[in-house]
């Protein structure tokens, strides 16, 4: 592994770090944020800081920034020693913080008239350098707009302006594409190949989402503090070169899927379309026999590596613990479903206003018994207001709905004990321990005497939580809250499951174990509906719908809505290419001047 | 200062004035919860008891019980009732119908005109201990009146040997409104300056922004006045709005000039600013903030200022304490400001102990600042 | 439905307890109020500095100053020998009582009309003010007596024969201390049920409490008994605290005062869960909180009495809970009343229990459902 070369062999790099450590003390407990990282980044490249949540992206880039205390180490910026000289760094340093750092009540040109007046830019170059940015951004007509008002693509463009109106050095850009939709990160993109190709400006970026690291000229891959892999990302993908597949077989993709993650010499199976993306331990022919014996059709086609790829496989490498146990047991039989046949979710001219915005507008599918069905769309699309009605959280302003034949809003309680709901972000009571979250769930889904402990034993043993059952859900690791969540979901064994951005922020190894039991209870004819502004994400699902501005723009299955946006350039849109084109072309030149 | 640092200063101020006029939560707290404070304490809170209902008990009326208990029908400060026994009496006080009993047993008149030194049982309720004595004070008064005008008609000399004239300076109205509301002014000013700028900063840590502004050139000394100056306008005007309120609607004399209020109500809106700066130091969520705030300052304001209970009263060691709550300076000065004039020897004092709280609190929060996140 | 009130009742006693920031809430603030009040929130007078100016120093003013100095009221600051200092004294707040004898004090004792004293109050703190003026009335007022009768002048037709019912040395900690009581559990109930839902909100977990088949009321139960519970646990520390700490005697029953205790504290949480259907946030829970908590305490009797205020905000007070269990916790105290003797004030607080209770129920199925 080659890790800390250097990338770049410019004469003096724009940043450097040497053994950089960094602990927070939480309550009694010492985390160890950063754990002896050593890089570089090369003078007018964009270096991508790439990482699950909670690898330490943030830590490092508020150090280099100069607002944390380094606890040992050295970092280097334009050689001056961050922790000497922070100030004489601040005057060269360009950083946008993870929510933008906009005053959300003052208007647009507010906010650059501020930044302007921090950053020393004098008045008379203020007309032409608020123009530039303007262009650049796409904001011109929106000066006078609260900052608050904004999209989350506009905030994001609006932030970047305010850290450029002086132009920096070195800019810092910390996951400035959460929650943003494909278009605007696209945009976004434009814009930092311009700023670093033609204005020579040197871009440190952080981002959870592994495929921008495809368009970093160099990749510093971070997993829980550690540097997992430094260099190009070519390098990356290379060190995979031959050992990625796509497999079809006549068994089914989920089944497929299912088999092949447990075939040896295998590290990777993950549902692509209709097809499983198999990623080899080692790079071999593609051949298929004897791979899966209950799947003797099996065809292996060769596919180019992608940088996830390469990070799953030092996760597995990384990874000691043994490979999960057969499915078997999260395949629950639903208690006979007494389900109509056919659809099991049914909405139909839905639409919500909030005073005169309109949130969703006019919104129909149905969704079938056993389905998998995806909810796609950036922050702000109208995909959570969609699912908060579906959920009963929220009356419709219009439109009519039916989840196993009940409005759940008017439906009597019982109703509500047939689905399953997993919210935003893990929610789960932070202060209570594993087995208190789950004796109240249960309780609460009305589980009793030997049925509760029953289903309470299940989860911790399907859901390895036994060994953390007293530990305080707060302070579990991301992928355990995760867990945790779906099993407080699923105590009470529902038809229909809801989950609401259920991957966000894990790393991709427990997120491919999440998908695998999603997958495992569709096989066992539970109907599962879950929003993502993932795009791969949208490749689990049987059937999606892309939402934008509360609008429904186009539905159906993953491949047919891929192979509508197929072009001569492009032969295999990726789900992502496919949403822009749904969208339209981007709204904006990006190009600046 | 270079032109940079002004430049930055400027474009600080800009913001924050740009954020109060469009925060209603926050021109609420300086001037909505003032008038309303001022409403509710300038109206509902009186120590003065006015009216006092009180049993009379006659066991056996005469010339001279009736020349007694006629003093009661007259004060301005009793509202008599009269019972025939004492059980009747007891039973209202129970009842919570009457206040305090004044009984003349059935041998008062006999013993009154044989050798004198006829005893008047009066029996207050001690639950409110405060109403209790104003009561027994009132009761005194009565008496001693009814002795004198009983001396004066009878054309000798008076049953006591001396009387005592007294005179009460400044308030010779004895209302208790006008020694509140001046304090109340503390409270205030409290909110503003220390809750108020607090919440915030603490808002600014809340949302990121903060993080942004320390990355820019800007110096903490900038980031700091830029939170002092806009503050410490509002909460003068919070200020000047609370004393016309005093001044116009509760009628209360402003009998010191308007100048040496306003330079100490400046000093201790210093210290209030220095205080709710030292908290958001280290509170960087507004829950947090709120509660060290309330906590820290507002009830010691409340309570340890001499604001509603005299300090000369409390235990020695709280009377310690009270010297490092920096309303309780300012209180001495507006009810001497408010009510006996400029004197000098009152403001001089307690200002300079204004003007080193201002100085520790603005100078800790400074020292205790960093341009950094940890 | 039991069963899962239950489950949310442990889950909110969890919640609360097992968190820190929770914990000081219940812990820390209680505590600082509780001693700040019981010790520094008097209305008794002690050590009040006074300067004396006798004019004429004689045996009998030389008697009335001892018997003057000999409380533990009055401070002696400065024995004045001209008038000069008097107004300086009293301005710059050194005394708050000068005592003036005049130069015909000793002749007109002995013979003539009565002899003249002057007592000049600062009436800056018109209360104290007042209080000055009536100790020291008492204490002339004996000194004149045992001097008439010692030195042979007639007896006054009648004197007073002052007592206090209930709190004979009358001390205002005992007047302020059970007060605390009826403050402290408002203060932590309503923060603990008006938080309590603004908490979920914020957590996310309130969308998984409303997708689960629990109905609205038993949500609005399971959040509202274990405000209740900690509510009376609270008020039971601070009575023992009161009891045993303060020394404030408990004549009365628990049963009158654990009735009330009950009745108040369900009104409080009534109230309490409606800020916390209106909240979106605990910013907004707090501030709820405290725009009620202000004026309820006022208007309460806590440190003033109702009696002395306007007629009209006299009226405004008959909707504030605190108000029926600050009498109850009081006449309870000190008056060892029954339940009997107050049934008037039990009635209006089930009233405004009833009246909370439906109101949040109403905002709750309204707000989240």
């Known amino acids: ?593 | 200062m270079n032109s940079g640092a002004l430049r930055r200063l400027y474009g600080l101020l800009r913001k924050e004035s740009l954020q109060i006029w469009r925060d209603p939560s926050a021109l609420a707290i300086a001037f909505v919860l003032p008038a309303v404070l001022l409403l509710i304490f300038g109206y509902g809170v009186t120590l003065d008891a006015r009216n006092v209902p009180i049993a009379l008990v006659v066991q056996k009326p005469s010339a001279i019980s009736s020349s007694f208990t006629s003093q009661f029908s007259h004060s301005p400060f009793f509202r008599p009732q009269r019972f025939l026994t004492i059980q009747g009496a007891e039973r209202a006080m129970a009842a919570h119908a009457v206040q305090g009993i004044v009984w003349l047993p059935s041998d008062f008149a006999r013993r009154a005109e044989a050798g004198g030194n006829a005893p008047i049982g009066v029996i207050v309720s001690g639950v409110d201990a405060n109403t209790a004595r104003i009561i027994e004070g009132y009761v005194q008064q009565v008496w001693a009146t009814w002795l004198t005008a009983r001396a004066k008609a009878a054309g000798g000399g008076s049953a006591l040997p001396f009387s005592v004239q007294p005179q009460v300076r400044f308030n010779p109205a004895v209302d208790s409104r006008d020694y509140l509301v001046p304090g109340l002014i503390a409270m205030i000013m409290t909110l503003t300056g220390a809750l108020l700028t607090a919440l915030v900063i603490a808002r600014e840590w809340e949302r990121g922004t903060m993080e942004a502004l320390m990355v820019t050139r800007v110096a903490i000394n900038e980031i700091l006045l830029a939170k002092l100056i806009p503050y410490f306008v509002l909460g003068m005007g919070g200020m000047a709005g609370s004393v016309a309120i005093a001044v116009f609607l509760f009628g209360e004399p402003l009998q010191g000039s308007i100048w040496v209020l306003t330079a100490t109500s400046a000093l201790f809106m210093l210290a209030a600013l220095g205080m709710g700066l030292l908290i958001s130091g280290f509170a960087r969520n507004q829950f947090v903030a709120g509660q060290i705030a309330i906590i820290t300052t507002f009830l010691p304001a409340f309570i340890l200022s001499g604001f509603v209970f005299d300090i000369n009263s409390m235990p020695r060691v709280v009377q310690i304490v009270t010297h490092v709550v920096a309303a309780r300076y300012f209180v001495v000065i507006l009810q001497s400001v408010f009510l006996a004039g400029d004197v000098w020897s009152v403001i001089l004092p307690n200002a300079l102990a204004l003007l080193v709280m201002a100085a520790i609190f603005l100078g800790l929060a400074r020292g205790t600042a960093r341009k950094r996140l940890d | 439905m039991i069963r899962q009130i239950m489950a949310l009742i442990v889950k909110e006693m969890l919640a609360v307890l097992r968190d820190a920031k929770s914990r000081m809430v219940l812990i820390g603030p209680p505590l600082i109020q509780l001693l700040v009040f019981g010790y520094a929130a008097t209305f008794d007078l002690n050590h009040v500095p006074v300067a004396i100016y006798d004019q004429d120093p004689s045996q009998a003013s030389r008697e009335l100053v001892a018997q003057f100095l000999g409380a533990p009221t009055f401070r002696l600051v400065a024995m004045l020998r001209s008038p000069s200092r008097i107004d300086e004294l009293i301005d710059s707040r050194q005394v708050q009582l000068v005592l003036v004898i005049d130069r015909r004090f000793t002749r007109d004792l002995l013979t003539g009309p009565p002899a003249p004293l002057q007592a000049i109050v600062d009436g800056r703190n018109s209360n104290t003010a007042l209080l000055i003026e009536g100790y020291a009335n008492t204490i002339l007022n004996d000194f004149s007596l045992s001097w008439s009768a010692a030195h042979g002048r007639p007896a006054p037709p009648a004197v007073l024969d002052m007592r206090a019912r209930f709190n004979p040395t009358l001390r205002s900690r005992w007047f302020i201390v059970p007060g605390i009581v009826a403050l402290l559990t408002q203060v932590v109930t309503l923060l603990v049920v008006g938080l309590s839902v603004a908490r979920e909100r914020e957590a996310g977990t309130f969308d998984q409490l409303l997708v689960t088949p629990m109905r609205p009321i038993d949500i609005l139960l399971g959040k509202g008994l274990p405000g209740l519970l900690i509510g009376l646990f609270e008020a039971s520390v601070i009575i023992a605290a009161a009891v045993l700490w303060f020394k404030v005697p408990l004549r009365g029953g628990l049963l009158p005062l654990y009735l009330g205790l009950v009745l108040f504290v369900t009104a409080v949480t009534g109230i309490g869960l409606a800020i916390s259907a209106l909240a979106a946030t605990q910013q907004q829970a707090l501030l709820g909180a405290f725009l009620f908590m202000v004026p309820s305490i006022i208007l309460s009797g806590f440190a003033t009495p109702i009696a002395n205020m306007p007629v009209w905000v006299q009226d405004l007070t008959l909707i504030n809970p605190m108000r029926y269990f600050l009498a109850i916790v009081r006449s309870v105290f000190l008056e060892e009343a029954s339940v009997d003797a107050l049934a008037g004030q039990y009635w209006p607080m089930a009233l405004i229990a009833v009246a909370s209770l439906a109101t949040a129920g109403w905002l709750f199925r309204k707000r989240v459902t």
Not at chain 1, 109 to 131: C, F, H, K, M, S
Not at chain 1, 315 to 341: H, I, K
Not at chain 1, 406 to 426: S, V
Request: hydrophobic share 45%; charged share 20%; net charge positive.
């Open chain 1, 1 to 593: 592994m080659p890790a800390g070369s250097p990338t770049g062999h410019a004469p003096q790099p724009a940043l450097s770090l040497a053994d950089v450590r960094h602990t927070f003390r939480a309550g009694k407990r010492v985390l160890t944020a950063l754990d002896g990282i050593t890089a570089e980044a090369a003078r007018g490249a964009v270096t991508g800081l790439i990482g699950p949540d909670g690898a330490g992206k943030t830590t490092l880039m508020r150090l280099i920034a100069g607002l944390l205390r380094i606890d040992a180490g050295r970092i280097e910026v334009l050689g001056i020693d961050v922790a000497r000289n922070p100030l004489a760094v601040q005057a060269r340093l360009g950083y946008m913080p993870q929510r933008f750092g906009l005053y959300e009540d003052l208007s647009v040109a507010e906010n650059l008239d501020l930044y302007a007046d921090l950053q020393g830019v004098p008045r008379g170059e203020r007309t032409t350098r608020y123009a530039e940015l303007l262009r650049m951004t796409g904001l011109a007509s929106f000066t006078a707009r609260m900052a608050g008002r904004l999209s989350g693509g506009m905030k994001q463009k609006l932030g970047l302006a305010c850290t450029l109106v002086h132009p920096p050095d070195l800019l810092l850009l910390d996951e400035p594409t959460v929650g943003v939709d494909p278009v605007s990160r696209r945009e976004l993109w434009q814009i930092i190949d311009h700023l670093t190709r033609e204005a020579h400006m040197t871009v440190v970026f952080s981002t959870a989402y592994l495929d921008e690291a495809e368009r970093c000229d160099s990749v510093l891959l971070i997993h829980e503090g550690r540097l997992l892999g430094h260099g190009k990302p070519g390098q990356f993908t290379a060190e995979m070169a031959g050992r990625s597949f796509f497999a079809t077989a006549s068994l089914g993709r989920r089944r497929l899927q299912a088999r092949l993650a447990q075939a040896p010499g295998v590290i990777d199976a993950v549902i692509q379309g209709s097809r499983v993306r198999v990623v080899r331990a080692e790079a071999t022919p593609p051949v298929a026999a004897g791979l899966v014996a209950e799947a003797p059709d099996l065809v292996l086609i060769p596919t180019p590596p992608r940088f996830e790829d390469s990070f799953v496989a030092r996760l597995r490498a990384l990874d000691t613990t043994p490979a999960p146990p057969p499915s078997a047991t999260v395949a629950l039989p639903p208690t006979t479903p007494q389900m109509p046949s056919g659809d099991v979710i049914a909405i139909a001219h839905l639409t919500r206003r909030f005073g005169t915005f309109v949130a969703v507008d006019d919104v129909s599918f149905t969704v079938a018994r056993g389905e998998i069905f995806g909810l796609l769309g950036a922050n702000g699309a109208g995909k959570s207001t969609t699912f908060r009605m579906l959920c009963g959280l929220l009356p419709p302003s219009a439109g009519t709905l039916r989840v196993a034949g009940f409005d759940l809003r008017t439906a009597a309680a019982p109703a509500r004990g047939r689905i399953g709901y997993m919210a935003q972000k893990f929610s789960l009571y932070g202060d209570l321990s594993v087995a208190q979250n789950l004796r109240f769930f249960s309780s609460a889904y009305r589980l009793r005497g030997a049925r509760q402990r029953a289903r309470i034993a299940w989860a911790e043993t399907e859901f390895e939580l036994g060994a953390r059952r007293d530990a305080t859900a707060r302070d579990l690791p991301l992928g355990f809250k995760q867990r945790l969540a779906l099993a407080c979901a699923l105590m009470h064994e529902p038809e229909i499951l809801f989950l609401d951005e259920p991957t966000s922020g894990v790393d991709p190894l427990a997120r491919r174990e999440f998908w695998r039991r999603i997958n495992a209870l569709a096989e066992a004819g539970v109907t599962v509906l879950v929003t993502t502004h993932f795009m791969e994400e949208a490749e689990y699902c049987d059937r999606l719908v892309i939402m934008a501005q509360g609008k429904v723009l186009a539905a159906g299955e993953p491949e047919a809505i891929k192979r509508a946006a197929r072009t001569e350039a492009r032969p295999d849109p990726t789900m992502e290419d496919a949403f822009i084109a749904v969208i339209g072309s981007p709204r904006q030149p990006a190009h600046a001047a």
